[in-house]
């Protein structure tokens, strides 16, 4: 079946074009109805990423966060009609230590091959997970997000010692209070520090212990763990600053992406016995975890709703451009595309 | 109940020097009807998808149903075409009455088989309007200025663009309403008419506006097929 994908061609760019979905084929085909737009989307609309990255990655559709309907599935695993949370970790082999989202051979949505900005998206049936009634649409259009939260804390779990009397998360933007309120959800006896730059924005985590502005962090404060929720240009102050207030032997997980290396304090590191980890993206345990946290912790749900910035009609390539730029405006949360392609 | 009524009977005298008519011809890897069909097909609101085609080519028409479908090609009927559209469409409509009945829930989308390119909200929207308002034709804003000449050698009139569209399809309608209409037209009448839509406005009934889509194009002449041949792009491999 010709299937319309909406690829970035250029930054600012979208054009339309076709790709023949193989209906004999095993897997499911989804119709998106809710796309949420990411950071990394944003990269490649504005065209900040490097000039050779661009070149090899584009035309490519965006978008990575999104559920929609089941339209088709021959194999009968879902229903015409069953709402879906879309997988974008996209592993081509099994291994029995390595996650899924860390094999260098998986590929990944509007990274490696085509994002979800497609009249209908084909996947196998394992990178869809069907989203249980009563959960809001909107806000469970950016799942991916949060799972990459919930994986990230799963890894810290295992991998922190059991000492977590107080945890602190450094960043205020939208990572930093998805990865807060899954925190308290998952961690409910720990105590929880918010450190971040803006005081409107840390005057949102009414569920955390406690917040501080990074520039004001009293004198002999300390946590037994550290997260940081920072990325980008920011990173090094973050992570250094973490070095500073936790605990011997603590362990501190890095979620911010930066675009290029970060120095840090290893000489503290070495003193203070650290240690450090990184967590990205998702797999499918992940975002079944999060389901299932959405439905034990409904006041996740109304926590995430905070978030939700603008929501966009969307039936045209004019529209899509219109969700980015909007997007590009707001100071904090999520821009959600309505599909309706 | 809905039926898909997918309109195969042309017989390409505007393509050029080709073997078969164009709904018969590649594009990608499989004929026009084909991907058509296909779009149709994973609509779950059909009752059935039902093909009309010149007789000539019905055997090849079920051939690439079965090829195409396996076992599922039950779910599309081939049947004759007419001597014009609207009797083909005509040819559809005695074929659901004579199987399924007709009442005033009966809607047929009707398509060109030779514009593969459709999207599903468009037929999504052509069985809701249908259903609201009795019948719908999708449309684009035209982008060229519309030239009305009577005599084709001055012109007449220069309607104003931004109240002109140009007709796509589907066009959707209430079965028994169109047939009632096509009916009670005059020769004369049915002379001028070179859609379905036009039953309905000659007769003074609504016909709702559907929003198409530009790609959403007739394959006509051999410049269409290379236009659609460039449409359809695999995505190139990345590291």
Not at chain 1, 310 to 315: D, E, G, L
Not at chain 2, 25 to 35: F, V
Not at chain 2, 77 to 85: A, F, I, M, P
């Given at each position: 079946?010709?299937n319309?994908v909406?690829?970035?061609?250029a930054?600012r760019?979208?054009e339309?074009s076709f790709q023949?979905i193989d209906?004999?084929k095993?897997q ?8 949420s737009?990411c950071h990394a989307?944003?990269r ?9 990255v661009?070149?090899?990655k584009?035309?490519m559709a965006?978008?990575?966060?999104g559920i ?7 194999s ?13 970790n996209?592993?081509v082999e099994e291994?029995e230590?390595i996650a ?12 490696g ?10 996947l196998?049936?394992?990178?869809a997970?069907?989203l249980?009634e009563g ?5 469970a259009?950016?799942?991916?997000l ?5 994986h990230?804390?799963l ?6 010692h059991?000492r ?6 450094w960043g205020?933007?939208n ?6 309120i ?12 918010i450190f971040g730059?803006s ?7 009414t569920f955390a212990?406690?917040?501080y502005?990074v520039m ?13 929720c920072?990325?980008?240009d920011?990173s090094q102050k973050?992570?250094n600053?973490?070095?500073?207030h936790?605990q011997?032997e603590g ?9 290029y ?7 503290m ?5 650290l240690r450090m980890?990184g967590s990205?993206r998702s797999?499918r345990a992940?975002?079944e ?6 439905q034990s912790n409904?006041?996740i749900?109304?926590?995430l709703?905070?978030?939700?910035g ?6 045209n390539i004019?529209d899509m451009?219109?969700?980015f ?6 100071s904090?949360?999520?821009?959600i595309?309505?599909w309706?392609? | 109940?809905?039926?898909g009524?997918?309109l195969?009977g042309g017989?390409?005298s505007r393509m050029g020097?080709?073997?078969?008519p164009k709904?018969f ?11 058509t069909?296909?779009?149709f097909?994973?609509?779950d609101a ?5 093909v009309?085609?010149p007789?000539q080519?019905m055997?090849?028409t079920?051939?690439?149903?079965k090829k195409y479908?396996?076992e599922?090609?039950?779910?599309v ?9 609207n009797?083909?469409i005509m040819n559809?409509?005695?074929y ?5 009945g007709l009442?005033?829930d009966?809607i047929i989308v009707?398509h060109?088989s030779v514009?593969p ?9 052509n069985?809701?309007?249908?259903r609201e308002?009795g019948?719908c034709?999708?449309?684009?804003p035209?982008?060229d200025?519309i030239v009305d ?5 001055v012109?007449s009139s220069?309607?104003d663009?931004a109240?002109?569209y ?8 209430g ?5 009632e209409?096509?009916h009670?037209l005059?020769?004369?009448e049915k002379k001028i ?11 003074g009934?609504?016909?709702?506006l ?9 394959i006509?002449?051999p410049?269409?097929m290379?236009?659609?041949?460039s449409?359809?792009q695999e995505?190139k491999?990345?590291k």
């Open positions: 079946m010709l319309s909406y690829r970035l061609v930054p760019r979208f339309v023949d209906l004999t095993d499911v085909v989804v119709r998106p109805t809710h796309l737009i989307d944003q490649y609309y504005q065209g900040v990423r490097p000039a050779e661009l070149a090899q584009l035309p965006l978008i990575h966060e929609g309907d089941v339209i088709y599935d021959p009968g695993t879902f229903q015409a009609g069953d709402t879906v949370i879309m997988i974008p996209t592993p291994d230590v899924e989202n860390y094999l260098r051979s998986s590929k990944f949505r509007a990274s091959f085509d994002g979800f900005m497609q009249e209908h998206v084909a196998p049936y394992d990178r997970v069907r249980p959960i809001d649409k909107v806000i259009s950016f799942t991916e949060v799972s990459v939260s919930v990230a804390l890894r810290f779990d295992r991998i922190a059991k977590r009397d107080a945890v602190g998360i205020d933007g990572l930093g209070y998805i990865t807060a899954l925190f308290k959800a998952m961690f409910p006896e720990t105590k929880l520090y730059v005081l409107e924005k840390l005057s949102s985590f212990d406690a917040t502005p004001d962090i009293p004198k002999g404060l300390l946590v037994d763990h550290g997260i940081e920072v990325g980008g920011a973050a992570i600053q973490i070095i500073d936790i011997p362990t501190m997980a890095i979620l911010g992406v930066s675009e290396p970060v120095p840090i304090n290893t000489r590191i070495l003193e203070k016995g980890f990205s797999g992940d975002f975890k999060t389901v299932a946290l959405y409904p006041e749900i109304s926590y709703s905070n978030i939700v603008a929501q966009i009609q969307v039936r004019k451009v219109h969700a730029e909007t997007d590009i405006q707001k904090m949360g999520k821009t595309m309505i309706d392609k | 109940m809905v039926f009524v997918i195969a017989i390409g020097n080709v073997e078969k709904q011809l590649m594009i990608g890897e499989k004929p026009i009807l084909i991907h069909i296909e779009k097909y994973m609509h059909f009752e059935k998808l039902i009309l085609c007789r080519w055997e090849h079920k051939n690439l149903v479908f396996k599922k090609a039950d779910h009927k081939v049947l004759e075409g007419g001597t014009s559209r009797e083909t559809s409509i005695d659901i009455e004579k199987e399924y009442d005033d009966t009707t060109d514009r390119f459709l999207t599903y909200r468009i037929i999504e929207e069985i809701k309007y249908a308002y019948a034709d999708t449309v684009i035209a982008t200025t000449s009577q005599d084709g050698k012109i220069v309607p663009r109240k002109m140009q007709g796509q399809t589907p066009q959707s309608f079965a028994r309403k169109l047939k209409l096509y009670s005059t020769e004369e008419l070179t859609d379905a839509a036009k039953i309905f406005v000659i007769k009934e609504k016909v709702h559907v929003e198409g889509e530009v790609f959403n194009i007739k006509t002449y410049y269409d290379r236009v659609a041949e449409l359809i995505q491999e990345k």
